[in-house]
């Protein structure tokens, strides 16, 4: 850019440098050829119509350059505003779902409270009714097994002590040999 400014500045100043390097030659010859002292008013004129030229050839390039950067700056800053919206929304939303996700997380740990709960007074009612399942049945095992000691006890003095010979036995006799073997 600062290069193509450099080469107008010298290709519109060139000109002016070369001719005031000449000494007063050319003012006096060209006092003769047109018979002014001055040609002012024509370089003026030249000036505009210069000035004319160029505006006719480069206003609507560079209008449109100007229109094309500014539309192009403002979509950017559109854009940028749209992202800057849409990352409000996100984060709108995302702390929205936080909270959503912290009340869930807080119903769901008194939920759990109330199911290790429940699984407790289970686990105790159940472990409570196999207790007096098992001390029931170990009452008729007891049980059982005094009246096998018993019918034991008994087959042994009735098989053991009373033969053919004993046949004779009177019944005080038998009550004492009952009465030895349960002792």
Known sequence: MKMKHFVIATAVLLPAILLASGDGEVATRYFELTG???????????????????YYLLANPIKSFFTGRQKGIQDQLDEIERKVHASRDEKREAEANIEESRKRSAE???????????????????????????????????????????????????????????????????????DKKVA
Request: no cysteine; aromatic share 4%; net charge negative.
């Open 36 to 54: 002014r002292h001055t040609d002012f008013i024509p370089r003026i004129f030249n000036f505009l119509i210069f000035i004319g030229v160029l």
């Open 108 to 178: 769901i740990i008194k939920t759990a409270h109330k199911e290790a709960e429940l699984l407790v007074s289970k686990i105790v009612n159940d472990s409570d009714k196999e207790l007096k399942i098992l001390e029931k049945q170990a009452e008729e095992k007891s049980t059982l097994e005094e009246r096998r000691v018993i019918r034991e006890a008994i087959h042994d003095i009735l098989s053991g002590n009373i033969g053919n010979n004993d046949i004779q036995l009177n019944q005080k006799k038998v009550v004492d040999i009952l």
